[in-house]
């Protein structure tokens, strides 16, 4: 039996450990798993080869990690990052948003009717395949260079991805609960709020993921090719005036974000369904 | 309403015909837009095939498609070999999927755009910098589906494999390719569309040649049935080339299709 004042916590208990060293012996000795050290040492050697190639590179065309990491970290105070990354995800918020909603919407209409599944599936395809990117000129022809230009490509690159994951959800929904929602009489709307909707939900949320990630890349075609703002100003700005650390510090603020975008929604995602 | 049940019976439209009678309702639709409402935004069909045949009649099309689709055949061909080689090495052997796989999914979910600059300070704006965006575009793509592909093989087919005496090399290419193929061609085809995309990019926002250039012309000219001729033919090309992918895949996963519910 331990006695019943001691601190459950393993850093509390180190810490009034009367031992000199009970901050790391208080920890369990986990032998490091061969993967963390793979992917540690990994990361080091990039590094330390960034900054090598960095510190001998002549032309000035790669930083050193370091001045990148040190313009990073600048940029990211006086609020330069932070004021970009603003502008630029206004627009994703914009049109990531509607694509969800009208997205989500025409994939349960056409898991309603056969007709409008019918009627859509020719341009999804096409839209599927197609590269978003040789629309941007014609976005310009349309909507000009302003917020509705670079809304409407955002939701063309997310669109056709959450329209055809819900439409698949929801056509998927196992039609053994849909005859036990009726025989506990169930119809209509009750029916899809009650049964539909939370069975195709899995899938629905799924597309809304890769949905916010393709209109991320969307975001950044849109502020590099339509029309410079934002982000993509801001890297095409240090580009052109050859601040190639601050160029490289935005760069990798796009990057880091993306991945953490991803990651995050990723594991929303595990977290919300770890029942299905 | 008699009427309408009444017509309903008589012309019987076969459900598979759905699909190209909306497309042909959406082109009458957009003739009609066209034609009677703003033929500068939206430039009708009609006027579309016309500026089309000119494009293609005066060269100006085929000398452009030449120019993209060199600078395409080297990135994408060198992202498939790139590609299937990473990726199979990725796929089977545990410490290089470790070793790699942080850089191979950051790269997979970063916008590749933002990294254009870089690749144009490397590589410069001629076919070598054109073709490595395009080959950047790709690669990422046909590495996870391949890694994918190569270690999501079922142990039994491993274990029947052994105790048949397989060796080694008859495990990769009789039981591991086999199975990661239909993925492996799934890939590609997201990839192609991926280089195709950065194809535009590269002559689009960069270099100014090719197809790239045509769509930044025409759209900054208000040419917009030339503009529209040129986005199409993209858009036809890519649709072809994904739908010949979607083929082979479905081919090569034909084997399996037996034995999905074991």
Same mark, same amino acid.
């Given at each position: ?39 540690? !040492?990994? #990361?080091? *050697? ?35 990052? %932070? ?17 969800? *909603? ?5 994939? #349960?209409?056409?898991?309603? !009717? ?59 929904? $196992? ?7 009726? !025989? ?6 009750? #029916? ?15 597309? #809304? ?10 975001? *950044?075609?849109? $502020? ?26 935005? %760069? ?25 | 309403?008699? +009427? ?12 598979? @015909? ?29 006027? +579309? ?43 089977? &052997? ?32 001629? +076919? ?12 990422? /793509?046909?590495?996870?589906? /391949? ?9 039994? &087919? ?18 591991? @390719? ?22 535009? +990019? ?14 930044? @012309? ?5 040419? /917009? ?7 199409? /033919? ?9 739908? @010949? ?18």
């Amino acid at each position: 039996m331990t006695a019943p004042t001691e601190p459950r916590g393993r850093l509390l208990r180190a810490l009034v450990s009367p031992s000199p060293v009970g901050l790391f012996s208080g920890f369990p000795r986990r032998r490091w798993s061969q993967k963390t050290v793979l992917r540690l !040492s990994s #990361l080091l *050697v990039f590094a330390v080869a960034w900054e090598t190639f960095g510190r001998l590179d002549a032309t000035l065309l790669l930083p050193p990690l370091s001045s990148v990491l040190e313009a990073f970290v600048a940029m990211l105070l006086d609020g330069t990052l %932070i004021g970009a990354l603003a502008v630029s995800l206004q627009g994703w918020a914009v049109g990531f948003g509607v694509s969800a *909603v009208a997205g989500v919407w025409l994939g #349960l209409l056409m898991a309603r !009717s056969p007709l409008v599944e019918r009627v859509a599936n020719p341009y999804l395809d096409a839209l599927l395949a197609a590269p978003t990117i040789a629309f941007i000129p014609l976005f310009v022809v349309w909507f000009g260079l302003g917020l509705t230009a670079r809304v409407s490509v955002i939701f063309c690159y997310a669109f056709t991805l959450v329209t055809v994951n819900s439409f698949a959800g929801i056509r998927g929904v $196992d039609a053994g609960l849909i005859d036990m929602g009726r !025989s506990f009489g169930l119809t209509g709307g009750r #029916l899809f709020w009650k049964i539909v909707l939370p069975a195709a939900l899995p899938l629905i949320v799924a597309g #809304l993921r890769l949905g916010a990630a393709r209109a991320f890349v969307g975001m *950044v075609a849109a $502020d590099t090719v339509l029309v410079l703002v934002g982000i993509g100003a801001l890297i095409a700005f240090y580009n052109a005036t050859f601040r190639f650390p601050e160029m490289y510090a935005a %760069i990798l603020a796009v990057v880091l974000l993306a991945v953490a975008m991803v990651e995050l929604l990723a594991y929303l995602q595990r977290r919300a369904f770890r029942w299905a | 309403m008699g +009427v309408i049940v009444a017509a309903r019976r008589n012309v019987s439209v076969s459900p598979r @015909l759905y699909g190209p009678i909306a497309v042909l309702v959406g082109l009458l639709l957009w003739e009609f837009v066209g034609r009677f409402f703003d033929p500068l935004l939206f430039a009708p069909p009609s006027a +579309v095939v016309q500026a089309w045949v000119g494009l293609v009649e005066s060269g100006e099309l085929p000398r452009a498609a030449s120019v993209s689709l060199l600078a395409l055949a080297m990135g994408f061909g060198t992202a498939i070999v790139v590609g299937l080689a990473i990726g199979m090495v990725m796929g089977l &052997y545990q410490p290089a999927k470790h070793v790699l796989d942080i850089y191979v999914s950051t790269l997979m979910a970063a916008p590749m755009i933002a990294l254009l600059p870089i690749i144009v300070l490397g590589f410069g704006l001629e +076919v070598p910098g054109r073709a490595v965006i395009i080959f950047l575009f790709a690669v990422f /793509t046909i590495i996870v589906n /391949t890694e994918a592909g190569m270690s999501s093989i079922k142990a039994q &087919y491993l274990e029947m494999a052994r105790s048949f005496g397989l060796d080694r090399k008859q495990i990769l290419l009789e039981i591991r @390719l086999p199975n990661a193929l239909p993925g492996i061609l799934a890939g590609m085809r997201v990839a192609l569309i991926r280089a195709i995309s950065g194809m535009v +990019v590269a002559e689009l926002f960069l270099a100014l040649t090719g197809i790239g250039y045509l769509l930044r @012309l025409y759209g900054e000219s208000f040419k /917009t049935p030339e503009l529209f001729a040129v986005i199409v /033919t993209v858009v036809i090309v890519a649709v072809l080339a994904s739908g @010949l992918l979607n083929r082979l895949a479905r081919r090569f996963s034909q084997w399996q299709r037996g034995m999905r519910w074991e």
